[in-house]
């Protein structure tokens, strides 16, 4: 299982944001991969997850971002950057907000990216305080779902209003109640993108 985390790269140039105007275009052209890149590397841990042999990386990432369009604004957008990663490394791809689908996509092998909401008028988001993609990548024997953080650090589930919510094992996987993660999309449409092997 491969782990890659956004933090370990704030030299890493990812360069976003073509489509806004004055002083975030000018972010646009200095945000890294620690900065902005969550959705880079949600598709790597599922591509790991998903296809044997596969030496989809950060670069190709960022390559396949740029060729689809997905960094015209600050970060990746995943419907657009989706469609074309699951139809170059040969998966299905689906959007959607229902959690049954995630339950029957990932019972079946499959794995997603979430699109968590972060903070919002009375609630603190558990996985960030603004829009983040973790990875989904399994269900546990107790019906816990388990994720992949490409911003965890050390402490980051302590936090007031997140504490008790997340389980941390093997280091970097974080476990969490289905309840948990469908507050975490439900201010988002889609929240979610589930891929399976075609």
């Given amino acids: 299982m491969k782990y890659v985390n956004q933090l370990q790269y704030p030299d890493m140039l990812y360069v976003t944001g073509c489509d806004l105007e004055g002083e975030a275009k ?6 890294t991969v620690k900065s902005s890149g969550c959705g880079l590397c949600t598709a790597v841990m599922i591509a790991d997850r998903l296809i044997p042999n596969c030496d989809f990386d950060l670069k190709k990432a960022m390559e ?4 689809s369009g997905a960094n015209r604004r600050i970060g990746t957008n995943f419907p657009k950057f989706g469609p074309l990663f699951a139809e170059r490394y040969g998966l299905t791809f689906e959007k959607t907000c229902d959690m049954e689908k995630l339950f029957r996509c990932l019972r079946s092998g499959g794995a997603a990216a979430a699109n968590v909401g972060g903070d919002r008028e ?3 988001g558990v996985f960030s305080h603004v829009g983040h993609y973790i990875a989904v990548i ?5 019906g816990r779902l388990a994720i992949l953080d490409p911003a ?14 997340v389980e941390v094992k093997a280091g970097c996987i974080a476990l969490c109640a289905p309840e948990v993660l469908a507050k975490e999309i439900d201010n988002r ?3 979610l993108f589930l891929f399976h092997r075609a």
């Fill in 26 to 31: 000018e972010l646009g052209k200095t945000t």
């Fill in 64 to 67: 396949l971002s740029f060729e």
């Fill in 122 to 124: 009375g609630y603190t």
């Fill in 138 to 142: 399994g269900i546990e024997p107790d």
């Fill in 152 to 165: 965890y650090e050390e402490g980051i589930y302590e936090e007031e209003g997140r504490k008790g919510k």
């Fill in 189 to 191: 449409d889609p929240g």
